[in-house]
């Protein structure tokens, strides 16, 4: 079924011309090179591939072919140049490929596909038969891709009970019954799916690691965790665990958790070696500690670089790495007296540390100072650590966007945290050149995100959303692509290259980002969503309890005052010119004013309307636009098969509607706390 093979959906070519072309090149395959388990991968995608794409099954020989044979051979040629990554620069990693389109004297068409690695040849399979479904010719085939990112990871919210923290499509594939899951099948196909974007890493279980998913380190539990690894493997993906900063103490081995003590030591170390001796390329740790309630050093009076560095110590011996969440804050504060600020709490923990770390931790730090909301500040501590390797976070799973019922194309916003110059090390120091290393040449660094997906037959419940996910894979190999190019590349590859289809759904995604924006929390200042499960408004919801995330709204004005002057002082975490930028409510931009600022309903933005007027055209518009999304999808009906098609149309209907309470609820609160009527007359109560 189309929506469960994703993008991965291949069509018969119906152009016969084109595919007898192909098949002359594609039907006969040498691999020049040793048979590797990545490798047999690949060729198994490449045969698969092209049998569903020509209709033929390929010849594959393997051998490398002697000089006479070569200079006239066609056909696909697949070789390994290791050579190619021997000039040390980050634009030339290992997991890069070529393509090469070649004529023979006598004629015969070939095709080079060399890989810098066997992982590099899988790639360039995935990438080929993407190039070939879209309708390119064979000489039109020429590329040189390496991704820029080297740890292209996804984290995996999922819990042994079978439960997903923040999911939204299901239950998880990967567990039921605190148990790993007996049915590998749909495991696979998972791995499948993120090696055909490039990820290259994945850690399998929450970052709240309860008490079944503690003993996952266990000798008991291994060998089933080691079961996962193989598969994952397979498709050159390296696993990683979720680990409990308390579990020698909470597995009872020992009576303390202190990262100093040297049992707790000895412990993390025999471990690694258990660990290691199920799986022997095992990826490394992902730690959430002293953070919503979770254990970490703070408790026996340690800092964290105390704590990652006991970890990596115990991992050092295997290359494995500790990837370190910077999503450490106290859940339990209360800041109206304005000395402890949410959104400083990375930095401020973790940039007094900086050059502390072994070289195997990386800091992982979400992208914004708060909690993946619609639109937040680029974290101010990314590219604050000059000699710490870190790893930026997104979020594909649509916490505070919609869950998946609503829909929001994310990659906009993701590419904009990429681009953003943090000026750290002086204009050019954008948050892409941070997660691929290249600002501070760091040993180690990439990007994480936390997924989608979970049992239901469309992985991630929303058809729609499954564009975040391809889009995320496709944005870490190369951030220079386009949200366009994405949107484009994944609504051919999942619906058929119909350009009146795709137009239609481009047109959608690239729109749905600002349309969610529209009818939410406006201008930056976040969250006004129910506490808890965080779907639909509740303006106050929060704005009473102690999780540290206010609007501040009263009857004369609204937002958060972050800066040096009068505030929380948070603006200056920021490298000039940014700290200056946001410091002045005359510069700081329209979408984060209410971020950084605390100002009345009449203040004048800088697109000449009042934050009230703003506030309710915004909410106006957007559920208005969400209506339209709704009909833009019924032109597709009978275009697009009819499962899919019903699917979506549910969904956005649901979404129209929401929206409207969404406007009404925003809208009526403000003009009840403001007193100040809507221009347009439009908002009663
Ligand atoms: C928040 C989620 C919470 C996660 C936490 C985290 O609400 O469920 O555990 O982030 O990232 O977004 O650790």
């Given at each position: ?6 993008w ?115 790639y360039?399979?995935f ?20 991704p820029?990112n080297?740890?292209r990871m996804i ?38 799916l993120l090696a055909s974007i490039g990820l290259n ?195 594909i ?14 990659v ?35 990007i994480?995100a ?18 975040n996910f391809y889009g995320y894979g496709r944005l870490v190999w190369n951030?220079?692509l386009?949200?366009?190019?994405i949107?484009?590349?994944w ?195």
């Open positions: 079924l189309s929506m469960y093979k994703a991965l959906n291949v069509q018969l070519i119906e152009d016969k011309e084109r595919r007898e072309a192909y098949a002359s090149l594609l039907g006969q395959v040498s691999v020049e090179c040793k048979p590797t388990l990545v490798l047999q991968t690949a060729l198994k995608e490449l045969q698969q591939g092209i049998q569903a794409l020509l209709g033929i099954a390929a010849s594959v020989k393997e051998g490398s072919a002697s000089r006479a044979e070569e200079e006239n051979a066609g056909g696909l040629r697949i070789r390994l140049c290791p050579e190619a990554n021997t000039q040390g620069e980050r634009s030339q990693r290992e997991d890069g490929f070529e393509l090469q389109y070649m004529q023979a004297a006598n004629g015969n068409e070939a095709i080079y596909l060399i890989g810098g690695s066997d992982k590099g040849i899988m360039g399979v990438h080929l038969l993407r190039m070939v479904a879209s309708g390119k010719r064979a000489a039109e085939l020429n590329t040189k891709e390496s820029a080297e740890l984290n995996q919210w999922d819990n042994a009970d079978g439960t997903i923290e923040r999911g939204y499509a299901g239950r998880s594939i990967f567990y039921g019954n605190g148990r790993i899951a007996s049915d590998l099948g749909r495991i696979r196909d998972y791995a499948r890493a994945i850690s399998i279980n929450n970052v709240n690691v309860h008490e079944l998913e503690t003993r996952f380190i266990t000798e008991e539990q291994l060998p089933e965790v080691a079961r996962l690894a193989d598969l994952f493997r397979a498709y050159g993906i390296a696993l990683f665990l979720s680990v409990n900063f308390a579990a020698p103490l909470q597995l009872g081995e020992r009576n303390t958790a202190d990262p100093l003590d040297a049992g707790v030591q000895s412990w993390w170390k025999d471990t690694a070696a258990r660990i290691y001796s199920h799986i022997p390329d095992f990826g490394g740790f992902v730690v959430k500690a002293d953070s919503e309630h979770r254990p970490g050093p703070f408790t026996y009076g340690r800092d964290h670089a105390d704590g990652a560095n006991m970890l990596a110590e115990a991992l050092a011996d295997y290359s494995g790495l500790v990837i370190w969440r910077c999503f450490v804050y106290d859940c339990m504060q209360d800041w109206r007296d304005r000395k402890t600020d949410r959104a400083r709490a990375a930095y401020d923990h973790f940039k007094p540390l900086d050059g502390r770390f072994r070289s195997n931790v990386l800091l992982q730090i979400k992208n914004g100072p708060m909690d993946f909301q619609v639109r937040e500040p680029v974290s101010p501590l990314i590219g604050a650590l000059k000699e710490t390797n870190q790893m930026v976070e997104f979020q799973t649509q916490e505070y966007t919609g869950q998946q019922r609503h829909l929001c194309y994310l906009p916003q993701w590419k904009q945290v990429l681009d953003f110059d943090s000026y750290a090390q002086g204009e050019g120091s954008q948050v892409k050149r941070i997660a691929d290393g290249s600002l501070y040449g760091t040993a180690h660094s990439g994480a936390v997924s989608n997906i979970g049992d239901e037959e469309s992985w991630t419940g929303h058809i729609l959303a499954q564009a951030p220079e386009t949200a366009e190019q949107a484009l590349e609504a051919a590859a999942t619906f058929g290259y119909n350009p009146t289809v795709t137009t239609v759904i481009i047109g959608m995604l690239m729109k749905s980002w600002a349309i969610y924006e529209a009818y939410t929390a406006p201008l930056g200042v976040g969250w006004m969503v129910a506490p808890n499960h965080h779907y639909g408004p509740d303006v106050d919801g929060y704005e009473y309890s102690r999780w540290g995330t206010y609007h501040f709204a009263d009857r004369d004005g609204i937002g958060v005052d972050r800066t040096q002057a009068s505030g929380t002082g948070y603006t200056s975490q920021y490298s000039e010119p940014n700290a200056s930028l946001y410091e002045n409510a005359a510069t700081c931009p329209d979408e984060l004013l209410l971020f950084f600022h605390h100002v009345p309903y009449t203040h004048i933005l800088q697109s000449g309307k009042t934050v009230i007027q703003h506030i309710y055209d915004t909410h106006f518009g957007g559920a208005d636009e969400a209506e339209r999304l709704r009909e833009q999808w019924a032109e597709l009906e009978g275009q697009i098969d009819e499962a899919s098609f019903v699917h979506v149309a549910e969904r956005l209907a649901e979404q129209a509607e929401h929206a409207k309470h969404w406007r009404d609820v925003i809208n009526t609160y403000f003009f009840r706390k403001s007193g100040i009527p809507d221009a347009d007359g439009r908002v009663i109560y």
